[in-house]
């Protein structure tokens, strides 16, 4: 989104490294997210649009899902506003804390979960419920 970190560029390390990349493709009538597999970083620039004008693999192109697949080690976790207590504020609609909650159940490990926020979005304290779950770090430039 427009007013998140952008990611290309640590998109493009995860390739250089030979590592796997994982991208979220969400259901819009639903609240379901998952992380399918990214073929190379020029897949992104061919990926079609959604409402919300994020880039992801159609809903019924076949791809690989990291649930099915073993799992994921670190997930980049966007948000609106995050607090000094690891609470992140997403837009209302529970995807990734939905599937932060399915990683738990299906994987050994808890992957980490990562923030990349900018210094104007870390607040004294954003607004939790029982279904939110905290990220294990937030980074941010503080200058």
């Known amino acids: 989104m427009p007013d998140e970190i952008e990611t290309e560029e640590i998109i493009k390390d995860i390739f250089r490294q030979g590592k796997t990349c994982f991208i979220p493709r969400y259901q819009l009538q639903s609240n379901h ?32 899902e990291a649930l ?3 799992g994921l080690d670190l997930i980049f976790v966007p948000g609106l506003g995050f607090d000094k207590q690891s609470n992140r504020l997403g837009r209302g609609k529970g995807y990734y804390d939905a599937y932060l909650k399915r990683c738990l159940q299906s994987q050994d490990v808890k992957p980490y979960t990562l923030a990349l926020a900018f210094k104007e979005q870390i607040c004294l304290q954003v607004p939790v419920n029982e279904n939110d779950v905290k ?9």
């Open 33 to 64: 997210m998952d992380m399918v597999k990214l073929a190379s970083p020029e897949e992104i620039a061919s990926l079609p649009r959604t409402s919300w004008n994020i880039q992801q693999p159609g809903e019924d192109e076949v791809l690989e």
């Open 68 to 70: 099915s697949t073993g």
């Open 135 to 143: 990220v294990d770090e937030v980074l941010y430039e503080d200058s």
